[in-house]
T-cell receptor, first 113, second 114 residues
Framework: QKEVEQNSGPLSVPEGAIASLNCTYS??????FFWYRQYSGKSPELIMF????GDKEDGRFTAQLNKASQYVSLLIRDSQPSDSATYLC?????????????FGGGTRVLVKP | EAGVAQSPRYKIIEKRQSVAFWCNPI?????LYWYQQILGQGPKLLIQ????????DSQLPKDRFSAERLKGVDSTLKIQPAKLEDSAVYLC????????????FGPGTRLTVT
């Protein structure tokens, strides 16, 4: 079992719709959860982080965390073609030294006009 | 605020040759990370420094990879000798020393081993 799992996609959504991305993790004691966006040929860019159960909203993005079920999700509302990218979920386990993150393989999102 | 700087951006070498990558973190960031990202996969941590000390190098192939951060600022990652499977993007990231600090990535170095 991978430590952090994501559906590789591609997740195809029409422009203006909601894109829903899921991520599950194996370390029940994980503390911090991050979503990065990575455009093709570029480096990952931090878009959201969440530490507590529940929802956290930032603009068109909402991160949802459920520690009991060990999943974290990202919703992108009013999806735009510029949102087409790979979205990486990253998790810090409770045993992780410093701020070590374990990344999932990423979900590719395609927003079609 | 300047971001994480890396050089070179691209490198092509033959197998068994050596190569070095350089990283300058965001000013004031005590923690520095080197990741390897193979095409189609998420980044994998190779080594993590806090100031000039190694915090985690459990996934660094120490028979061929080495890294240093002598003055607690810039860092160099070296591969010697390179193998075909080392073809990847090498990403440097940095963060503040405090708990739950977010990591910020540099532009990466794309290495092709032929």
């Amino acid at each position: 079992q991978k430590e952090v799992e994501q559906n590789s996609g591609p997740l195809s959504v029409p422009e203006g719709a909601i894109a829903s991305l899921n991520c599950t993790y194996s370390d029940r004691g994980s503390q911090s959860f991050f979503w990065y966006r990575q455009y093709s040929g570029k480096s990952p860019e931090l878009i959201m982080f969440i530490y507590s159960n529940g929802d956290k909203e930032d603009g068109r993005f909402t991160a949802q965390l459920n520690k009991a079920s060990q999943y974290v999700s990202l919703l992108i509302r009013d999806s735009q073609p510029s949102d087409s990218a790979t979205y990486l979920c990253a998790v810090k386990g409770w045993r992780a030294a410093g701020n070590k993150l374990t990344f999932g393989g990423g979900t590719r999102v395609l927003v079609k006009p | 605020e300047a971001g994480v700087a890396q050089s070179p951006r691209y490198k092509i070498i033959e197998k068994r040759q050596s190569v070095a990558f350089w990283c300058n973190p965001i000013s004031g960031h005590a923690t520095l990370y080197w990741y390897q990202q193979i095409l189609g996969q998420g980044p994998k941590l190779l080594i993590q420094f806090q100031n000039n000390g190694v915090v985690d190098d459990s996934q660094l192939p120490k028979d061929r990879f080495s890294a240093e951060r002598l003055k607690g600022v810039d860092s160099t990652l070296k591969i010697q000798p390179a193998k075909l499977e080392d073809s990847a993007v090498y990403l440097c990231a940095s963060s503040l020393e405090r708990e739950r600090s977010e990591q910020y990535f540099g532009p990466g170095t794309r290495l092709t081993v032929t």
